[in-house]
């Protein structure tokens, strides 16, 4: 009698894992969050970015500059906070435990933007002090991201795709903001 094709194997199948170093196998495990918390660091960067560029439009078209100039009082608000968005920024991609707490209490400014700023901001607290953060920004990890430079975060092509038709429209729509602007 033949054996059947159909029946299960009756072996046990071997883990997908197996063979790995518990240093890699701990990298493949929190590889999403760690690159999830180095993108926050790139958006606050960017944030931090259109802060200071903001800031120096609205001088550079600014009513006077006296004291009373609401510009200067903006920017003295606003310019720490971009500046500090950039540090935080540059801090979490490169996963300092400081950048950690600089992070939430920028967050909670955000928690302050009601109902969408609220959503986001508990979202990316959440990130932050998540178990798997914890571990990310302790200096264990530092050596195990030491000891596996192979493993890296696999992007979709569907996601580069999508990432480049939005800096395609971000690009256009910039140009025709400053197109825009000397026309007038």
């Not at 950048?99 to 607290?125: D, M, Y």
């Not at 571990?135 to 264990?140: C, G, K, M, V, W």
């Not at 992007?155 to 903001?177: D, E, N, R, Y």
Request: glycine share 10%; with cysteine.
């Amino acid at each position: 009698m033949e054996p059947n094709p159909y029946l299960p194997p009756t072996a046990a199948p071997a883990p997908a894992d197996a063979g790995l170093s518990s240093d890699e196998q701990l990298r493949r495990q929190c590889i999403k969050r760690e690159s999830t918390l180095k993108s926050l660091g790139g958006l606050q960067i960017i944030g931090g970015v259109f802060l200071i560029v903001g800031i120096l439009s609205a001088l550079s078209r600014g009513p006077g500059q006296g004291p009373d100039n609401p510009v200067m009082a903006g920017t003295a608000v606003i310019l720490p906070l971009a500046l500090l968005s950039l540090v935080n920024g540059v801090g979490l991609y490169k996963l300092m435990p400081w950048a950690r707490i600089v992070g939430t209490v920028l967050s909670c400014l955000g928690l302050l933007g009601f109902p969408i700023g609220t959503l986001i901001n508990a979202l990316i607290l959440g990130a932050y002090w998540s178990k798997p953060s914890d571990l990310i920004f302790s200096a264990d990890y530092k050596r195990i991201v030491a000891a596996t430079p192979h493993v890296k975060m696999k992007t979709s092509k569907v996601m580069i795709v999508m990432l480049v038709i939005f800096g395609v429209v971000v690009l256009a729509l910039a140009g025709l903001f400053i197109v825009g602007s000397l026309i007038r």
